[in-house]
């Protein structure tokens, strides 16, 4: 677990270091100088761009770790492993561009009235899913190689660095409305050139592909899962982004700027998974090639209870300040009715990156065609409880959906992956944290209620005293969290990481 905690540490500092570029951009450049209507724009010209990328890559980020265990070699350098990881997307990529250009005029139909902007500007999805696409096959081979730092830092550091400039530049007048969509395409073109100078520096790759080394029977094994993770592609990857076309396309842009605002911050819960998962699956892949069951149910568990302390906290860190954030936002007054899409969809990325481990288990296993069918149902209800939902309560009845369609998803997966491999991202220690965050919220109320900070209220009701208050309550209550986790030895690491702070303090 050494290597999986320094990289995830160092990858989810920069994870947050990106949160804070990315806080600045979305809450203090966005909201004050973009319209609701152009925020919209962006978010739906980068999950329509996220969607085209992740079916055309024909689900070569799975692939590769699920096979790079059989192609790693250090002195033949994999034996091209990397080579074969450029050649199936480039595939992918045209197939599914000539199948955009088919359905344009389904897409014209359905985004024409509510949402004109995007119908403009929609072409441009094409060069920036191109580039979004190979920037994340690049970072997959950096993570094989047990290196995420540096192409974390370019995912989530980089591109918001890049697309601050592009917001910049277009809200200072040196380029139009057209120069800024372009500019988006340009911070993906970017980024995927540095991941892969930065791939090449490690002198471990090669793009000589070796046939030779593919046996029939890898060949055809590699066949039917790339098939396999194709159709699941079709039906999974509308997920992340079916909330926001619906939005969009019934009740317009101004909408989903609203919901893109919720949504960024319902995105910190997740965070710290983005760093345990990418170190993780190279190694619970190995395992399960090697039918290790305990090492990978080990795997499992530790991830899934880490995401969960660490998700927990930030909800808890957003929930509680909410109402103190919308008053600080620029034209937060806009935003305000944002308040609750952001809890149902916290915790909704909260229940998703805490058991999707369990996923990853599933599909390096020899029943990962299994996943189809339960991916077919998250989409399907989902799509259902979108079309009920959304016209009952607006971008609310979006945020319902998801955590709804997620939790029947879990439920009925997590039993298969259960009874199939006998391993479960679940324990008894996962229950005592959801304990704990029940009381942090208990105290936060009461301290709120009851025991307001006497000195504050000596001060006023001003918004630096407000601010003040705020931080010092809630780090005090989150420190309170911290100290009963470590003294009921939930968890190994965290304690092993205080007590290192503690001897260097």
Not at 263 to 289: D, G, H, T
Request: proline share 3%; aromatic share 14%; hydrophobic share 55%.
């Amino acid at each position: 677990m050494g290597i999986v905690v320094r990289q995830s540490i160092k990858g989810t500092i920069m994870n947050y270091i990106g949160v804070a570029v990315g806080f600045i951009t979305t809450f203090f450049v966005m909201t004050k100088y973009l319209t609701q209507e152009e925020i919209g724009l962006t978010r739906v010209m980068a999950d329509a761009a996220l969607l085209l990328s992740g079916l055309a890559a024909l689900g070569t980020n799975t692939s590769a770790m699920r096979y790079y265990p059989y192609f790693k070699d250090k002195e033949s350098r994999d034996h091209g492993f990397f080579g074969w990881t450029l050649i199936v997307p480039a595939i992918g990529f045209v197939i599914f561009t000539i199948l955009f250009f088919c359905f344009k005029g389904f897409i014209i139909n359905k985004f024409s009235d509510e949402s004109p902007l995007f119908v403009d500007y929609m072409y441009l999805v094409i060069p920036m899913a191109f580039f979004m696409m190979y920037m994340t096959v690049f970072e997959t081979n950096a993570n094989l190689l047990m290196r995420i730092v540096i192409p974390k830092f370019v995912r989530e550091v980089g591109v918001r660095l890049f697309t601050l400039v592009d917001y910049i530049l277009y809200i200072t007048g040196v380029i139009s409305l057209d120069g800024m969509v372009i500019g988006l395409c340009l911070v993906y073109i970017v980024a995927t050139l540095l991941n892969i100078i930065y791939l090449l520096s490690l002198s471990k790759i090669s793009f000589r592909i070796e046939p030779g080394h593919v046996t029939p029977r890898l060949r055809r094994d590699f066949t039917y899962y790339t098939i396999f993770l194709t159709v699941a592609a079709v039906v999974g990857n509308i997920i992340p982004s079916l909330n926001t076309f619906f939005i969009s396309a019934k009740m317009g842009l101004a909408v989903t700027g609203i919901y893109t605002i919720a949504a960024y911050m319902a995105n910190l819960v997740e965070m710290p998974y983005r760093s345990l998962s990418a170190i993780s699956r190279p190694i619970i892949s190995q395992a399960m090639k090697d039918e290790n069951t305990q090492r990978a149910s080990m795997m499992c568990k530790s991830v899934s209870l880490h995401q969960l302390i660490a998700g927990a906290l930030v909800f808890f860190i957003v929930w509680v300040n909410i109402d103190l954030f919308f008053e600080l936002l620029p034209n937060g007054e806009q935003y305000v009715d944002g308040k609750w899409v952001f809890f149902l969809l916290g915790l909704a990325k909260l229940v998703n990156s805490s058991l999707n481990i369990g996923v990853t288990v599933l599909s390096y296993s020899r029943w990962y065609y299994l996943q189809l069918i339960f991916t077919a149902i998250l989409t399907v209800s989902a799509i259902i409880l979108n079309n009920k939902l959304i016209p009952i309560w607006g971008m609310t009845g979006a945020a319902w959906s998801s955590i709804i369609s997620f939790s029947i998803y879990y439920l009925f997966l997590l039993s298969l992956v259960m009874w199939k491999t006998k391993i479960s991202p679940f324990s008894w220690k996962e229950i005592v944290v959801l304990l704990v965050i029940g009381l942090l919220f208990v105290i936060n109320w009461l301290s709120i209620r009851y025991a307001s900070i006497w000195f504050f209220e000596l001060l006023g009701d001003g918004i630096v005293v407000k601010v003040a208050e705020a931080v010092l309550r809630t780090g005090i209550i989150i420190v309170v969290g911290l100290i009963i986790i470590y003294y009921t030895k939930i968890s190994k690491e965290i304690n092993e990481i205080i007590n290192k702070l503690i001897r260097k303090a």
